[in-house]
């Protein structure tokens, strides 16, 4: 057996013991890219195999955050896309206008990247004072980075650029203080801002949205969750509530996709069919 | 069930859309197995890259789109920003994990993934390129029994990538660069 099938038995192994002793469940995470992640973790924690990862796993308890923060979608920045946040504000924002009160759902926010660029461009079209925007992620780790909107330095010209390019008005660095290496995004981006620990795996319903944004979330997952997913953000929204994904997805075999219709399907931007419940 | 899945994978990067196009222009019409591409420098805009890739092609040239199958016949070119990788069945996902070699999509990532996937029926092939990206993904490609064809570096705009892959995976063919689609039309059967 060829050490890539070996390391592919360790995986499933690996999976049915973060859930027997953590309660995790992974199962219905793509393989390819759950495999990757499960190697990486195993090689930053010092282990030789995924199966000494394994038996850590089982019997130290403070492994736990680290194994699922090296699980969760680390990877992100502010604006990515500049696209999608252009067309959120000048196809999506004019309706959310229309409500006294607004509630946006970011699901699976990482670090906050997104968080912080949506919430710039809602301060920038007077729409802030009127939202509560949650901010969700399953990694507690990340949820701690995201709270502390730091991010390094050496990115803040890609995201000024990016900043631009999505329609902002002002100066990216109007909204942060660079000392050293390091970028604060301003603290009052946040007043708003819920951040929270949510699975889309197991954990329903929590808010009726106006807006959700999941972008490369769900390309983790296997149709079945993907779907599952996809139910719970129409069980969130509200009539003709919107959902933005990742530029690449692809919801055309899940049949969740039923109650959504796109409105920009180039910027992957779906809203709830109007006579869906 | 993979014993009868079968494809090509190609990785290449410094002067990768020259060598893709002399490579796909001499491809059989009738050439029967999916062929999935990632190309370091093509990636800026996908459409474009695949418009002039095709128009040299005899096969059809198409970003690869997520959840969907790996096509017999079909170029499928892995999409601006995101890894490439293959799932059990021959169907694509995408990723958006840390860079791999400083790329995203990395050749590494699909070879590694589609070796899993294809196994025996699979033929990977590094060509220019200027870095190693690639060497330890051809390497499982080999680990599982799938066959290894590099460009002669000899022959490589940017030499680094095909002699990265010779030194840490090795080669089953080494040949100049108007010699590989020879080789996958006489190994690429039905």
Not at chain 1, 69 to 76: E, F, T, Y
Not at chain 2, 107 to 131: E, H, K
Request: net charge negative; glycine share 8%.
């Amino acid at each position: 057996m060829a050490r890539s099938e070996i390391e592919d038995v360790e995986v499933e192994l690996f999976a049915r013991a973060l859930q027997l002793r953590h309660g995790y469940d992974f199962s219905h995470y793509a393989p390819a890219s759950f495999k990757r992640r499960v190697l990486n973790l195993a090689s930053n924690t010092g282990c030789r195999t995924i199966t000494e990862l394994t038996s850590r796993l089982l019997r130290e308890d403070a492994l736990l955050p680290a194994v699922i923060a090296g699980l969760s979608v680390p990877v992100s920045e502010m604006f990515r896309n500049p696209s999608v946040f252009r067309a959120l504000r000048d196809e999506v924002f004019p309706v959310l206008d229309s409500y006294p009160v607004i509630n946006i759902w970011q699901a699976g926010c990482a670090f906050g990247q997104e968080v912080y660029s949506l919430a710039i461009l809602l301060e920038e079209a007077g729409l802030y004072e009127r939202c509560q925007i949650f901010a969700t992620d399953f990694s507690d780790a990340a949820l701690v980075r995201a709270q502390e909107g730091i991010f390094p330095t050496r990115d803040a010209r890609a995201y000024s650029e990016n900043y631009l390019a999505a329609g902002g008005k002002r100066s990216l660095s109007d909204y942060y203080h660079a000392r050293y290496e390091f970028m604060k995004l301003d603290e009052r981006l946040q007043r708003n801002v819920t951040f929270a620990n949510h699975n889309l795996v197991c954990d329903g319903v929590f808010c009726e949205a106006h807006l959700i944004l999941c972008r490369n979330v769900l390309i983790y997952f296997t149709d079945v969750l993907q779907d599952h997913a996809l139910s719970l953000f129409r069980n969130s929204l509200v009539r003709n509530g919107f959902l933005c994904l990742g530029n690449r997805e692809n919801i055309d075999f899940a049949s969740s996709a039923r109650h959504f219709v796109a409105v920009n399907a180039r910027e992957r931007i779906y809203r709830k069919h109007a006579d869906s419940a | 069930m993979s014993a009868t899945l079968k494809a090509v994978v190609m990785g290449c990067s410094a002067g990768g859309m020259s060598a893709l196009r002399t490579v796909l222009a001499d491809v059989r019409k009738d050439f029967c197995w999916p062929i999935l591409v990632v190309c370091h420098t093509g990636s800026e805009d996908v459409t474009t890259f695949c418009d002039l890739i095709g128009m040299a092609s005899t096969l059809p040239v198409r970003e690869a789109r997520e959840r969907h199958l790996a096509q017999a016949g079909i170029v499928h070119v892995a999409p601006t920003g995101y890894h490439l990788l293959v799932e059990q069945g021959g169907r694509f996902s995408l990723s958006v994990d840390e860079r791999v070699a400083f790329a995203r999509p990395a050749i590494d990532v699909l070879f590694d993934s589609a070796a899993g996937v294809f196994g025996g029926g699979l033929i990977g092939v590094v060509m220019t390129g200027a870095n190693n990206d690639g060497a330890a993904g051809l390497k499982r490609v080999r680990e599982r029994g799938g066959i290894a064809i590099v460009q002669d570096p000899a022959s490589a705009e940017a030499a680094t990538m095909p002699q990265a892959a010779l030194d840490i995976a090795g080669a089953d063919h080494c040949v100049p660069l108007k010699g590989i689609a020879p080789l996958l039309n006489r190994l690429c059967q039905p």
